[in-house]
Antibody, heavy 116, light 110 residues
């Protein structure tokens, strides 16, 4: 069974760093793209970027380029989304999802709250 | 990169058919066969309903169908049921090798 399991909810202060994770199982992790999607409170889905764990080739949405870093550790079938300095506006639900041109499996979501 | 344009809301009575549009440009929707649709119930993970414009994943009801004409893609739900009430998003591959979602449509079953 294909599964994407994300790390738990986080509460952080502005300026802090954060790395959330997404562990894939039940399929070839290195042969499938993993994407990250943001949903701010009361808003729609936003595509952030995508990584191919096989060679770590990464592509970012222009809106998120330079704001976050997407990475993967294929030895443990885990993808990451990280921030070096969080802002209150980063408060959102973040989903990881498998796929290239469409996204067939999704993680349960990680709620990130940034508040002073 | 702008989000694809969807109507904010669409409603219908049980048993009726509704259609949700998704308008982009020749650099995304119009340029590729890679349009997909997602159903999102609040508090749950999004679910793939249609991929590659018209294909339906295994397990998705055949009441859901997709199409495309020019820069506009559409999702049709026939025989509307109460369980179809949710938010729906389209998505497309883009000429920048990125992806973009639509603005989202809230479907209400009257």
């Amino acid at each position: 069974e294909v599964q994407l399991v994300q790390s738990g909810a986080e509460v952080k202060k502005p300026g802090e760093s954060l790395k959330i994770s997404c562990e894939g199982s039940g399929y070839s992790f290195t042969s499938n793209y993993i994407g990250w999607v943001r949903q701010m409170p009361g808003k729609g889905l936003e595509w952030m970027g995508i990584i191919y764990p096989g060679d770590s080739d990464t592509r970012y949405s222009p809106s998120f380029q330079g704001q976050v870093t997407i990475s993967a550790d294929k030895s443990i079938s885990t993808a990451y989304l990280q921030w070096s300095s969080l802002k209150a506006s980063d408060t959102a639900m973040y989903y990881c999802t498998r796929g290239y041109s469409y996204f067939d499996y999704w993680g349960q979501g990680t709620l990130v709250t940034v508040s002073s | 990169q702008s989000a694809l344009t969807q109507p904010a809301s669409v409603s219908g009575s049980p048993g009726q058919s509704i259609t949700i549009s998704c308008t982009g440009t020749s650099s995304d929707v119009g340029g590729y066969k890679y349009v997909s649709w997602y159903q999102h119930h609040p508090g749950k993970a999004p679910k793939l309903m249609i991929y590659d414009v018209t294909s339906r994943p295994s397990g998705v009801s055949n009441r859901f169908s997709g199409s495309k004409s020019g820069n506009t893609a559409s999702l049709t739900i026939s025989g509307l049921q109460a369980e179809d009430e949710a938010d729906y998003y389209c998505s497309s591959y883009t000429s920048s090798s990125t992806r973009v979602f639509g603005t989202g449509t809230k479907v209400t079953v009257l």
